[in-house]
């Protein structure tokens, strides 16, 4: 192997990192716009949760006051969970019935 060969590898390796790091911060960039994108979508839906709830409509309500019971894309809340589930209950939806006494059994009306 003479030196310029040698000397040849050695850009391509460097000219390889180039390329890696290139790369590297193009999925970041990628990465983040997409993860943006998501919350963005996660929270319209939240919003959208609301309005349908506020409006009446049982799952709406149902699904409202499980995000809040667990905390997912909300704050969890223990009153607007069993608010939540009292009203999807009033409505006439039985699984929120049952999962309001089995709220209430568990959290002892204390949150």
Do not use: P
Not at 37 to 64: D, P, V
């Amino acid at each position: 192997m003479n030196l310029k060969s040698l000397w040849e590898s050695v850009q391509n390796i460097e000219n390889l990192e180039l390329y890696i790091i290139v790369l590297l911060i193009v999925f970041i960039i990628w990465f983040s716009l997409d993860t943006k994108k998501f919350y963005h979508g996660e929270k319209r839906k939240i919003k959208n949760l609301h309005r349908f709830a506020r409006e009446g409509e049982r799952k709406a309500q149902s699904e409202l006051a499980k995000r809040y019971q667990k905390g997912k894309q909300v704050k969890k809340d223990c009153q607007n969970a069993a608010f939540w589930y009292q009203k999807a209950a009033f409505s006439g939806d039985e699984d929120a019935k049952g999962y309001l006494e089995k709220f209430l059994n568990k959290h002892n009306r204390k949150c």
